[in-house]
């Protein structure tokens, strides 16, 4: 069994900054990849980014140049640092990990953070 919790939400003011954690256990050999998807009401989850265990990132445009993925395959742990927050960055954040383990490869999803960004 695997488990993804996530840390981190909260209510910030436009232009504040927020860090989300995302923490795998279980029974993984692996953690090949980690990244972070985001859900706004009435919108479908769309990407936000991701991080490889070899060190590749990918960004949405969106958030270029405001959030930073970082993580730490030893703790099999990815973070999502914030900056420059806007409203529209508003949404339920789900953490997101390709797992390998003995039996199979497949993807698992935490259960979501609130993090709203509001004056």
């Known amino acids: 069994q695997v488990q993804l919790v996530e840390s981190g939400g909260g209510l910030v003011q436009p232009g504040g900054s927020l860090r989300l954690s995302c923490a795998a256990s279980?029974?993984?050999?692996?953690?090949?990849?980690m990244g972070w998807y985001r859900q706004a009401p009435g919108k479908q989850r769309e990407f936000v980014a991701t991080l490889t265990s070899s060190g590749i990132i990918n960004y949405a445009d969106s958030v270029k140049g405001r959030f930073t993925i970082s993580g730490d395959n030893a703790k099999n742990t990815v973070y999502l640092q914030m900056n420059s927050l806007k409203p529209g960055d508003t949404a339920v954040y789900y953490c997101n990990a390709v797992i390998q383990r003995m039996s199979n490869i497949r993807d698992y999803w935490g259960q979501g953070t609130q993090v709203t960004v509001s004056s």
């Open positions: 279980g029974s993984i050999l692996r953690a090949n990849v």
